[in-house]
């Protein structure tokens, strides 16, 4: 009996410390955002990617730099986890600027830059539930900065965070990266241990 014992406690052990591997940051599963795809559709984030695993990135299309960057490297992943025949991952980029980004605006940046939306979703919404979300996910986005072009073109900017995160099935976030400079063979592995 002791020995029955000695095994289960040794068997609950190691199943609770390979869930341990990537600790839970936040429950994003406790509440639903309701927000607009690329195309118009109504989506509630995160109830849409329950059951899979999800690299979610935080962007506004204006970005000059960290987003661009963002979007890249979550491609980059796309591609190498279709490579390796690495099933049921979605993709989800939040635009933290609504006020600009527009389901259209969203649609068309994803085309130019040629993106795979078989399993890449591009989310806005109103303003204030983006912010709590944005809040919840941990994100900071602060208005930068503006230039005024004599043509009368308004450039602006953000400051924000860098981030990209992995979202397991039940809809929490186990690991936050720097979308910019994200080590592609770490979020690799870390996708596989979930």
């Known amino acids: 009996m002791i020995r029955k014992i000695i095994a289960f406690t040794i068997i609950a052990l190691l199943l609770v410390s390979c869930d341990n591997d990537l600790p839970v940051i936040e ?3 406790d509440t639903n955002y309701e927000l ?6 109504p989506v509630s984030f995160p109830a849409f990617i329950k059951g899979s695993t999800t690299v979610a990135g935080y962007i ?9 960057l963002t979007i890249n490297n979550m491609r980059l992943i796309q591609e190498r986890l279709k490579k390796e025949e690495v099933k049921d991952v979605e993709f989800v980029s939040i635009s933290f600027d609504p006020e600009n980004d527009t389901p259209e ?19 806005t919404g109103e303003k204030p539930i983006i912010d709590k979300l944005m809040k919840h996910a941990g994100v900071v986005a602060l208005p930068g900065d503006s230039t ?5 073109k308004v450039t602006y900017y953000y400051v924000h965070t860098d ?10 976030i186990r690991k936050n990266y720097p979308g910019s400079s994200i ?12």
Not at 60 to 68: E, K, L, S, Y
């Open 27 to 29: 429950k994003l599963s």
């Open 36 to 41: 607009i795809d690329q195309n118009k559709n």
């Open 60 to 68: 506004f299309t204006n970005c000059p730099d960290i987003c661009p």
């Open 105 to 123: 605006v969203l649609k068309k940046f994803s085309e130019i830059r040629n993106l795979n939306l078989d399993n890449w979703t591009f989310l």
């Open 148 to 152: 005024v072009f004599p043509s009368g």
């Open 163 to 172: 981030r990209i995160q992995l979202i397991d099935s039940k809809g929490r």
């Open 183 to 194: 080590n592609i063979d770490e979020i690799i592995n870390d996708i596989k241990s979930l």
